[in-house]
């Protein structure tokens, strides 16, 4: 757990607050009786979310950080049956995060990603298949952090979506493992409908859109079928002696001559292009800069040449360049000249050829190659047909397995809440409740009651309810959605908070208002790790007083 933070920029009289120590449980900080502002209590807040990984205390724009300026916060964190761990981060470089001796001496550094990590294992969140803050940011509820809206206190951040907050659930409560299963069942699915499309778009090949279109491919299909058998019926030799193998075979063969006649074509208009751009490539070299002088005495010349050289240089760069290109153009035509002879040579001893007309092998050769396309594209329609049932399958499995994590966990946090709920305002108060409809869609609220004070006892007792029952080991509340709360529930609250093996860090003002006597409650008292008031203020002063320049 987080045992203490210091630092030399928090004063009080003038004189350095020295460590402020943090135990197990409840750890209150507590403002003024006249709820000053800008005296360091959400600030105070940020700080011990900068020591637990966040950001906000050094990069968010604030007065604090234009009138204090940069300072290091030292923290240590402590666990039972293992040493004291020290650290240093600078708001000035945020991103790193020094390991310390004990007299406070930097040793060693590591990232903020790195620390991030390790206070996922130390804090025994690390297998959970999720980020440390991912998993512990909803429940940071301090001021400017946005971590506020009651109806929905699994929210990390604005971007989340409802299942976004979900699954944190599922992560915290030990139940994400069978759905990044499945996770990584549909991510190889996806792949693959990647890899082949694709393949697809490279062979240029369009798949049947529709199953109308599938259906009247089939139709062309089988009328292109029967053109083909009464072309073989019209031959002199019949149906019977044809050989129907052999005639696919010349047929394939034909196609592949008529794709290579037509690359070494465009291969021969490339060269003669390539030729004359290269008969246009010119630079005859200036013979005699010395008659400038004649015209612009004191000019310099060398620079000229200078650059005359780099022309010259770069036009035999490019010459060069077209020759290379044109010789292996010319390689790449002798191969495909060679390809052709080797085709056509095999269509002249095929066997078959000799017996039907060449005008028939042509035609029947379309015809075929026209019907391999057609089917082609019903195999490219029901391939992405079965992704899509693929896909179904897979969401509708995942859909079943979340449903049936989420319908435990949420009978486990309504009973857990009712507990609390009762606990907090000695009974006869509804109690707040989580209803998760489906992997998309939760509401949480307090049923018959959307007061704004009811509304935040309930998330806060939902973090509470989480501390419970997760791994997770600290809180963070800030003054603002405490004051909503009915006193006498906000003392049942920190009463719950008191008992806890770990840790809720609060911020409170007027700690006298929660009783008619005026007398600060004990709970209170007996876990204010830090009092601040107007002259008292964390930095030793109040950033919202006007100063001299």
């Known amino acids: 757990m987080l045992t203490e933070i210091s630092c030399d920029k928090y004063r009080d009289n003038g004189v350095e607050r020295g460590p402020i120590r943090l135990h197990a449980g409840l750890n209150v900080v507590v403002g003024g009786d006249d709820a000053s502002n800008s005296i360091g209590k959400t600030t105070f807040l940020l700080a011990i979310d900068f020591a637990l990984g966040g950001d906000s205390y050094a990069s968010k724009k604030s007065s604090m950080k234009r009138r204090i300026g940069p300072h290091e916060v030292f923290f240590t964190h402590s666990f039972e049956g293992d040493q004291d761990y020290r650290f240093c981060r600078s708001t000035a470089d945020y991103n790193t995060v020094w390991r310390c001796d ?8 590591m990232t ?25 940011s909803p429940f940071l509820r301090v001021y400017g ?6 109806d929905r206190p699994l929210m990390a951040n604005g971007n989340d979506s409802l299942s976004d907050d979900l ?6 409560y030990g139940c994400y493992k069978e759905v990044a299963d499945i996770e990584e ?45 009464e072309i073989l019926q019209s031959c002199e030799r019949g149906a019977a002696d044809f050989d129907l193998e052999t005639e696919n075979y010349i047929a394939e063969l034909s196609e592949e001559l008529v794709v290579l006649k037509r690359s070494r074509a465009a291969l021969r208009r490339n060269l003669a292009a390539m030729e004359r751009d290269l008969s246009m490539i010119d630079f005859r070299k200036t013979k005699d800069f010395e008659r400038l002088l004649e015209f612009f005495p004191g000019f310099n010349i ?31 035509i002798n191969n495909l000249d060679i390809q052709i002879d080797r085709i056509e040579l095999a269509i002249k001893n095929a066997g078959a050829a000799p017996s039907l007309p060449r005008t028939t092998i042509q035609s029947y050769a379309d015809i075929n190659s026209y019907v391999e396309q057609l089917r082609h594209a019903n195999e490219l329609y029901d391939q992405n047909q079965q992704f899509k049932i693929d896909a179904a399958a897979i969401k509708q499995e995942r ?33 707040p409740r989580i209803e998760i409809q489906n992997p998309d869609r939760y509401s949480y609220e307090v049923r018959d009651d959307d007061g704004t004070g009811s509304r935040n006892r309930g998330m806060f007792l939902f973090d509470v309810a989480l501390l419970n029952q997760t791994p997770l080991k600290f809180v963070i509340h800030d003054s603002p959605g405490i004051k909503q709360v009915e006193d006498g529930h906000t003392i049942g609250m920190f009463e719950i908070y008191s008992q806890l093996d770990k840790q809720v860090f609060i911020a409170i003002d007027k700690a006298d208002k929660f009783t008619e006597s005026g007398q600060v409650p004990s709970v209170i008292t007996e876990n204010t790790v830090l009092k601040l008031d107007r002259g008292h203020e964390l930095f030793g002063e109040a950033w919202n007083r006007e100063q001299n320049d």
């Open 302 to 332: 060398k620079h000229l040449e200078e650059i005359e050289a780099f022309h010259a240089e770069n036009v035999k760069n490019l010459r060069e360049q077209h020759r290379e290109e044109s010789a292996d153009m010319r390689d790449r």
């Open 112 to 136: 903020i990603g790195a620390f991030r990590d390790w206070l996922a294992a130390k804090y025994d969140l690390g297998e959970l298949g999720s980020s440390f803050r991912n998993l512990q």
């Open 145 to 150: 952090l946005k971590h506020e809206d009651v």
């Open 399 to 431: 859909e079943t397995v979340e449903m049936g994590h989420y319908n435990v966990i949420q009978q486990r946090i309504n009973d857990e809440l009712k507990k609390l709920n009762d606990q907090a305002t000695g009974g006869g108060i509804s109690a």
């Open 102 to 109: 004990d007299t406070g001496a930097l040793v060693s550094s």
């Open 167 to 172: 699954h944190r659930l599922l992560h915290l």
């Open 185 to 229: 069942r549909k991510e190889k699915l996806d792949d693959d409908k990647k890899a082949f499309q694709n393949a697809r778009n490279r062979k240029f090949i369009r798949g049947a859109e529709t199953r109308a279109e599938y259906e009247e491919n089939e139709r062309k299909i089988a009328r292109l079928e029967t053109q083909m058998k």
